[in-house]
């Protein structure tokens, strides 16, 4: 066996040849194994993301026509002919949702602005009132409360509703996006040699039947995976975010209760107009002034317009319950994936003999095997006996993986508080810089604030994702994004420096 590069050099069964194709079948075999893993874990996250948007989204559509079926019968055709406002607001409702950079508290201001002038309007059918006339009733609204407290309380809840929403649904995508990058890198010349020797050298000396020793293949694997090791810090912080924001969606932040509820905040909304029309009428007419007369006067259609709206509210806190449950079971079970990673290749894939055995392949022969085995992540490879792991060397994939971790984490950190974070359209080559400082709970939360969200939000990157990304970004975002861009050029300026 003088000619074989890779297996141990004594009496073989292998030619050059079939050692060179063992190592290039070990090699597709492993990384096949490393992207079936991944899969399992994608397949875990967008069902669970698949499980929430279906349900959130239907109580949006349910909401909606429950506003739809209902208020024509009341307001008759001039309902159906002003339906725009409440088509563009739950529209706006479901761009801001899905990741568009809206302000969702200037969304909700605008749509009870345009919502007052219409149905001042309708109730004042007598009076010609222009448009600069609007204007000035508008101006006065704050102080007479038209709509009593509603939007008020509409503006606080569904607004933490939402933003707790959409960092949810985003986490697992973001979660998703990491592992399918993660799970494609390829392997370093050092590895394939190493796997080589695990898998096949056994059968070069003539000991296919022979299981690996179990140390073994962990040293082997551990270095090899020692770069995704390292993502297990931020990778459970990212599990344990999600855990405390889906707390917040079946708690505080109640999305049944708040976003299937909409149409009969609304409702309620308008019901407090027409209870006091006329005093909010007068103290318009005191501030603005009095209107000309119309020359249309008022039809029964106006008198029908007068009626109101009796809206129910079906709840599906049960089925939220559920999926609340499911999900952070699936969380709590994924939370050590990355260094339990080497482990469960080694016993279920590779099928490596138990750990006491001594009768197993240790890389030269049969029997046991003797070194202690390494820990995880790329600083414990050191001395790995197994595989040459340059620690100066670290993944760039995996490092900017690392960024994006942190950054999504920061942002549910920020939902949990009720403080909303624009979503930033970032390039898969940049690495951003997010918060810096993320942690697995509450913690988080309380470092950051303690207020709701009533301020502008704050802006991160976070990695491109169909139909979720934004074009561009407010002048407010450029500070975050011109740090971002210094703290990505400084760690890869790091990099070439420790080469």
């Not at 590895?191 to 000396?205: D, E, G, N, S, V």
């Not at 140390?215 to 297990?232: F, I, R, S």
């Not at 009428?281 to 119309?294: M, R």
């Amino acid at each position: 066996g003088e000619h074989l590069r890779i297996c141990p050099q004594g009496y073989t069964c292998c030619t050059s040849e079939m050692e060179e194709n063992f190592a290039n079948k070990s090699r597709s075999e492993f990384e096949a194994m490393m992207k079936e893993a991944g899969r399992s874990v994608q397949m875990i996250l967008t069902a669970q993301h698949r499980s929430f948007d279906s349900y959130f989204q239907d109580l949006l559509n349910k909401s909606e026509k429950a506003l739809y079926d209902a208020f024509p019968s009341v307001y008759g055709e001039l309902y159906t002919q002003n339906m725009k406002v409440f088509k563009d607001l739950y529209s706006e409702l479901r761009r801001y949702y899905r990741g568009s950079n809206i302000n969702l508290e200037e969304a909700l201001n605008e749509f009870w602005t345009r919502l007052l002038e219409r149905l001042f309007k309708l109730m004042n059918p007598q009076y010609h009132i222009t448009d600069e006339y609007l204007d000035c009733m508008v101006k006065h609204a704050e102080q007479h409360k038209p709509f009593g407290e509603v939007p008020r309380d509409l503006k606080v809840k569904a607004t933490r509703a939402f933003i707790a929403a959409r960092s949810y649904a985003q986490g697992f995508l973001v979660g998703s996006d990491v592992v399918k990058k993660v799970s494609q890198v390829s392997l370093s010349h050092e590895c394939t040699r190493a796997i080589m020797k695990l898998l096949y050298c056994p059968h070069c000396r003539g000991m296919g039947s022979v299981k690996p020793c179990n140390n073994y293949c962990l040293n082997v694997l551990k270095g090899c995976l020692a770069n995704q090791a390292d993502l297990n810090t931020e990778w459970k912080y990212l599990m344990d975010s999600l855990v405390v924001v889906a707390d917040r969606i079946d708690g505080p932040y109640n999305v049944d209760t708040v976003i299937g509820t909409i149409h009969m905040r609304i409702a309620e909304a308008i019901a407090n107009l027409q209870d006091n029309k006329d005093s909010i009428t007068a103290k318009v007419f005191q501030g603005c002034g009095n209107p000309k007369i119309s020359t249309k006067g008022s039809s029964s259609e106006d008198k029908k317009r007068r009626g109101k709206v009796v809206l129910e509210a079906k709840s599906s806190a049960q089925a939220l319950e559920m999926l609340v449950l499911d999900a952070k079971g699936n969380l709590t079970a994924l939370k050590t994936y990355w260094i339990t990673l080497p482990g469960n290749l080694c016993s279920k894939k590779i099928m490596a003999s138990s750990a006491a055995d001594d009768k197993c392949w240790n890389g030269m022969t049969r029997g046991s095997y003797l070194p202690e085995v390494m820990g995880d992540g790329l600083a414990n490879q050191i001395n790995n006996p197994e595989v040459e792991v340059d620690i100066t060397k670290p993944d760039m994939t995996i490092r900017q993986q690392i960024m994006q971790l942190k950054i999504m984490t920061n942002r549910l950190g920020n939902a949990n508080i009720g403080n909303d974070v624009d979503f930033q359209d970032a390039s898969d080559d940049m690495s951003g810089s997010g918060s810096g400082d993320s942690c697995p709970d509450d913690v988080c939360g309380k470092r950051l604030s303690k207020s709701p969200s009533t301020r502008q939000p704050e802006t991160h990157a976070i990695p491109k994702q169909s139909g979720h990304g934004i074009n561009g970004a407010s002048s407010r975002s450029l500070p975050s994004a011109f740090l971002l861009l210094l703290l990505s050029v400084a760690f890869i300026a790091a990099q070439h420096l420790c080469r």
